[in-house]
């Protein structure tokens, strides 16, 4: 099921957040921006959603006028359907520079995809044109890859976060969150683990609020709206002891469980 965040006569927002089924993997939103004849898909995922993901894209634009992918860092479950992609779409992948050498190793070396798929971003971000518009391609690193990027839509006023912002959800409706404190739970274990250190934070959320937002839209679970929700959110993790931070001296080792080969039968 396909939900839409904004529309006017120029401009769509669309995500797609159930394609991930049961025990197949993590639950992933995948975002489509429309802007006149341009359009932007955002971290399509795997092979396991190529072609659920294909599908449900076929009803807002032909696959062929699909301009760009853009990926937020290397994982699978963000790029590692860009074999499929660059096959049956014209569109180029837009990525960090560090992950160009990288994302091409999902891609059998018979398809011979030359550079000019490929737009790679310096550390400093880019704007990407769309059309009559732009949106912008803002670092995000550390948070939790090297080489990682948000893209902030000026128009829905929208900060598509990737990873940043995550929550693991199950069976909720999509919608946006407006309880922060109800909603941290979901999320406070999965940003410990996976954001660097509270620096990448800090640096992050200072970029982060010199943009209007009305939205931030993560990767991952539910999207949060409103100067409320969005405040309390980046005063968080303004704050926000992780990674990094949280690594004290190692121990003498002592394994918890004994891993051994199956028996041959």
């Excluded at 014209?90 to 994302?103: E, H, N, T």
Aim: charged share 20%; net charge negative; hydrophobic share 40%.
């Amino acid at each position: 099921m396909a939900t839409e965040l904004f529309r006017n006569d120029r401009h769509r927002v669309i995500v797609f957040n159930d394609l991930v089924r049961g025990d197949d993997g993590v639950q992933a939103n995948q975002m489509l921006i429309l802007h006149g004849d341009q359009s932007m898909l955002l971290d399509p995922g795997g092979a396991l959603l190529y072609t659920p993901l294909s599908m449900a894209v076929a009803r807002y634009l032909p696959l062929k006028q699909l301009t760009y992918i853009f990926a937020s860092h290397q994982d699978p479950d963000v790029i590692g359907s860009a074999d499929r992609w660059l096959t049956y779409t014209p569109a180029k992948i837009v990525c960090s520079k560090l992950w160009g050498r990288f994302v091409p190793h999902s891609v059998p070396h018979y398809m011979e995809t030359g550079r000019d798929r490929y737009v790679l971003l310096p550390d400093e971000g880019a704007e990407l044109v769309l059309g009559d518009t732009a949106v912008q391609c803002l670092p995000a690193h550390f948070l939790h890859s090297v080489g990682n990027f948000n893209v902030y839509d000026p128009i829905a006023r929208a900060l598509f976060s990737g990873d940043v912002g995550s929550s693991m959800v199950t069976d909720e409706p999509y919608a946006p969150v407006h309880d922060f404190r109800g909603h941290l739970p979901k999320m406070e274990g999965f940003h410990r683990r996976y954001m660097a250190s509270n620096r990448a934070c800090r640096t992050w959320v200072h970029m982060v609020r010199q943009l209007d937002i009305d939205m931030i839209v993560p990767q991952h679970g539910l999207p949060m709206q409103g100067p409320q929700v969005i405040g309390a959110f980046l005063d968080w993790m303004d704050e926000l002891r992780c990674g990094v931070d949280l690594m004290t001296a190692p121990g003498k080792f002592t394994a918890s469980s004994v891993i051994r080969p199956l028996s041959a039968t």
